[in-house]
């Protein structure tokens, strides 16, 4: 099973295309200005340069260029005559006039420390940004043939394939992500499944982690390699001694069990491990292991994942607060980025729920409506304390939110071949016009509907008539009783890993149609939640719910849901932004003015009250203010 990539869909579905069109028209360009103001730029044109010194911001802040330039390859891709294409060339121009001859790239190093090249793997991104760096190259050639940035990616690639890899130096990057992007390099160098040099050295990048004696381990004793990262050895420790938890080398990836440390390191990891494992091998049974434990024990509702800000990451089982929720915007997309590689490595559709939860949820909170205001952490409460702002100090979030939107088409469909032949599976039937590449038979559908809005989602056949493939049909896990039919007659189809499949010759006109409805519906989380305990979550389809202060008029906290009343749908929706709102009765609860801090139960004052529930992903869109995911519910 592969990825139908972007270039094959159209999206017509207006949710997504506002998503996306915000930030093509709106958040690059405002991203790249951030870009040039704090200095990005200005380190590679200073290495080209041939200066040395002065380099500004963060040692991993070329990163952000290079994930600029992936989703500005997006969005050239869909749109070729886009007024960001110009910019887009010349950045590329400025990262490659920046390259070493020996295919060398990062500005930290060339500019500050050129003797201490690779010398400190565990805190100082070199592979991580080479590996964006490789991913922009592919996406570059993939988009719109080439730009050159391609060539530049692929003599970094082959500098570090140089240096590391078994026979060489045994070393591979404190934060993962290169992994990815070697194994995407060789897709695209080879086609898919065809297991190149590339992907054999991501695969023992993946599998030398959490070897003993560890790399890192010996990195950290030394003083001269920590002078560059003095708080390194403290995150990687325990209790005095290493443990390695922190960039997930506490032990082979075979032998993990629970998801540690940073969340998108971890994240990145796995999404690597699920491209390089087999069906059955022990990396898989972990990667199994460590997705139950996250989904079921470390995973917010919105697909939000890593409560804590100390280690940007995991904590312990049913650790989920909500107020300080760190669940960085990043860590949401590396959760869609390996589930939807566990889908595709084994078939099931869970994945894809999952995938769908933080797309909708945890992913899209971090960007406003208008493409161009972000969060890094995404709280599932507030009073009134956070607030989008146009970029950080640490600003991996913003490109990375855009690359994702910008590539959403590419996780719509996946194409492959089964035992009875071409399959074109359906995750996410989002609207949108789809053709299935030559080998899988150029069979072109139209699906429609307003999905993930609850109701019935079409798969039309456009032609060409003959072409035999069977269409799979993700069943959602939040439509408990869909139906199904064919050319407008009610038919079961059969339910293979998730998935609604049928398989037929089809010829123009064929119709494939589900209905899946659902009604709004509240959800409680496990008792050892404690955050979560005596409150309700309203879901509609996989759209998480929250109340904001904009709506009720009233801190949110004070809002008791009835949730033995069916919440009704709001006439209209506040902000444009696609999804339903709901109205929801409830009551306000009160303490008579002047009251002291604490009163006797009998004078507070329950007033009926009905409250507008919004989207999670639109909450502050309009300023800073309180809101809550989980309400108090009357029990
Ligand atoms: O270190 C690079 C990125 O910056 C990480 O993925 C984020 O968590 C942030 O620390
Ligand atoms: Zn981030």
């Not at 071949?417 to 139209?446: M, N």
């Not at 979550?537 to 009343?565: K, Q, S, T």
């Amino acid at each position: 099973m592969r990825p139908l990539e972007a270039r094959w869909v159209a999206i017509s579905d207006p949710f997504w295309r506002a998503r996306q069109e915000a930030i093509f028209d709106v958040g690059l360009r405002a991203q790249l200005e951030q870009i040039e103001s704090t200095g990005r730029l200005e380190n590679f044109r200073r290495c080209a340069r041939g200066e040395s010194g002065g380099h500004q911001g963060r040692y991993y802040d070329d990163s952000d260029v290079y994930k600029w330039l992936e989703a500005a390859a997006y969005a050239v891709q869909q749109h070729p005559d886009h007024p960001i294409r110009p910019c887009v060339e010349e950045v590329v121009s400025i990262v490659a006039n920046a390259q070493e001859p020996s295919g060398y790239i990062d500005t930290f190093f060339q500019l500050m420390h050129p003797d201490k090249k690779f010398t400190n793997l565990s805190a100082l991104h070199e592979m991580y940004c080479m590996g964006h760096l490789i991913e922009a190259g592919v996406a570059h050639r993939q988009a719109f043939g080439d730009s050159g940035l391609y060539g530049v990616a692929k003599r970094a690639a082959d500098h570090i394939a140089a240096t590391f890899g078994p026979g060489k130096r045994v070393g591979f990057c404190g934060h993962e992500e290169l992994e990815l992007a070697l194994i995407r390099l060789d897709e695209c160098e080879l086609g898919v499944g065809a297991r190149g040099e590339y992907w054999h050295l991501a695969k023992w990048m993946v599998d030398q982690r959490g070897r003993r004696p560890s790399i890192f381990e010996a990195e950290i004793a030394d003083t001269e390699a920590m002078k560059l990262s003095p708080w390194m050895p403290q995150m990687v420790r325990n209790e005095g001694s290493y443990s390695g938890e922190y960039l997930q080398d506490h032990a082979p990836v075979s032998e993990h069990s629970f998801v540690v440390g940073h969340a998108v390191r971890s994240m990145y990891l796995y999404a690597a491990a699920s491209e390089t494992c087999d069906l059955g091998d022990p990396t898989e049974a972990a990667l199994q292991r460590v997705w139950d434990n996250l989904t079921t024990q470390r995973m917010y509702i919105t697909g939000g994942i890593g409560p804590a800000a100390h280690n940007e990451g995991f904590t312990t089982d049913y650790d989920l607060p909500h107020r300080t929720a760190y669940a960085e915007t990043c860590a949401a997309v590396g959760l869609a980025l390996w589930g939807e590689r566990m889908g595709r490595l084994t078939g099931e559709a869970r994945y894809w729920d999952v995938v769908e939860r933080a797309l909708y949820n945890g992913m899209l909170s971090g960007v406003s409506l208008s493409g161009d205001r972000y969060f890094y952490t995404n709280p599932l409460e507030s009073q009134g304390e956070h607030s989008r702002t146009p970029w950080f100090s640490c600003a991996c979030c913003p490109p990375n939110v855009a690359r994702l939107i910008g590539s959403i088409g590419s996780r719509i469909a996946s194409v492959g071949r089964g035992p009875e032949g071409s399959v074109l599976w359906i995750h996410l039937p989002v609207a949108s016009r789809i053709s299935t590449p030559k080998e899988e038979g150029e069979a072109r559908f139209q699906i429609g509907g307003a999905y993930p809005n609850p109701g019935v989602v079409t798969v039309q056949f456009q032609g060409p008539t003959g072409a035999q493939v069977a269409v799979a049909l993700r069943v959602p896990w939040w439509c408990e009783s869909a139906t199904f039919a064919w050319n407008g007659e009610r038919f079961e189809p059969k339910i293979e890993q998730g998935y609604a499949v049928i398989r037929r010759e089809w010829k123009q006109g064929d119709a494939l149609s589900a209905d899946f409805s659902a009604e709004p519906r509240w959800f409680v989380s496990n008792p050892k939640n404690l955050s979560a305990l005596g409150r309700a979550c309203l879901m509609v389809g996989p759209i998480v719910y929250c109340l904001e202060e904009a709506d009720l008029g009233a801190a949110p906290h004070r809002f008791v849901a009835d949730v033995a009343a069916r919440p009704q749908l709001c006439e209209s929706n506040s902000m444009g932004h696609g999804l339903s709102e709901w109205w929801v009765k409830g009551s306000l609860e009160n303490l008579p003015d002047g009251a002291d801090l604490y009163a006797p139960l009998e004078k507070s004052e329950r007033a009926p009250v009905t409250a507008r529930f919004i989207p999670y992903m639109a909450w502050c869109n309009r300023g800073a203010n309180a809101m809550q995911v989980w309400v108090r519910k009357e029990t």
